[in-house]
């Protein structure tokens, strides 16, 4: 499984400890109730050395709500729980870290905080 992979799962196992969050996908969800969160850790680059592998990724991460003050607090709880992830499975974790972060709204629509992460990793 690709590093990617691995560090999602890390991930949203991580985020089930945000009892405020009513979900975690990979993808958007057909019907989920807010608030609720979506994770892609699919953009993987080089990042091997002479004696080992090693992949940057890129993660995408964002939390969708109607509710832009409980958004903020939950942006905030969420990125204290990425950052405290050590263990991916097959992988050591050397560095995670957030990028950016904004908050925009659909007019129509609910309010998304995307929290953007770059997590480098070499192969155990």
């Known amino acids: ?26 993808g958007p ?10 994770i892609d850790a699919g953009s993987e680059s080089d990042w091997s050395h002479k004696d080992g592998e090693g992949r940057e990724v890129l993660v995408a991460l964002t939390l969708w709500d109607e509710e832009p003050a409980r958004l903020a607090e939950l942006a905030d709880a969420v990125e204290a729980l990425v950052g405290a992830v050590s263990a991916v499975g097959g992988w050591q974790l050397v ?8 908050t ?6 609910p309010w998304a905080a995307a929290i953007d992460f770059r997590a480098r990793l070499l192969a155990e």
């Not at 691995?6 to 400890?17: D, I």
């Not at 969800?29 to 979506?38: E, G, H, L």
């Open 95 to 102: 560095s995670m870290r957030m990028l950016r972060r904004r």
């Open 104 to 109: 925009v709204r659909d007019v129509t629509g």
């Open 29 to 38: 969800p057909a019907r989920a109730s807010f608030p609720y969160a979506v």
């Open 1 to 26: 499984m690709s590093a990617g992979s691995k560090l999602q799962e890390a991930l949203a196992a991580a985020l089930v400890g945000e009892s405020r969050l009513t979900g975690i996908f990979d």
